[in-house]
């Protein structure tokens, strides 16, 4: 049996937190842009830490577990 949530949870954050896509913070001209498509390095940094954090809790102190087979 294989463990699958880190792959899942992994996947689902990446797309949903990508600077850019839903919100970026911090935006290129306001401090939270919506949708704007557009990313800086400042944004790309800010959204690493919340992936990280969000990534750690679920995983490590929640415990969610994906069995297959």
């Given amino acids: 049996m ?3 949530a880190p ?3 992994g ?3 990446f797309v949903f937190l990508q600077p850019g896509l839903l919100f970026s913070f911090p935006g290129n ?3 939270l842009e919506f949708g704007g498509m557009k ?10 830490l ?3 954090g969000l990534y750690a809790v679920i995983i490590l102190a929640l415990r ?3 069995y297959t087979g």
């Fill in 29 to 31: 001209g306001k401090q």
């Fill in 39 to 48: 990313t800086n390095g400042k944004a790309i940094f800010i959204h690493t």
């Fill in 2 to 4: 294989s463990d699958w």
């Fill in 7 to 9: 792959v899942v949870i």
């Fill in 50 to 52: 919340i992936f990280f």
């Fill in 64 to 66: 969610v577990h994906i």
């Fill in 11 to 13: 996947v689902v954050l």
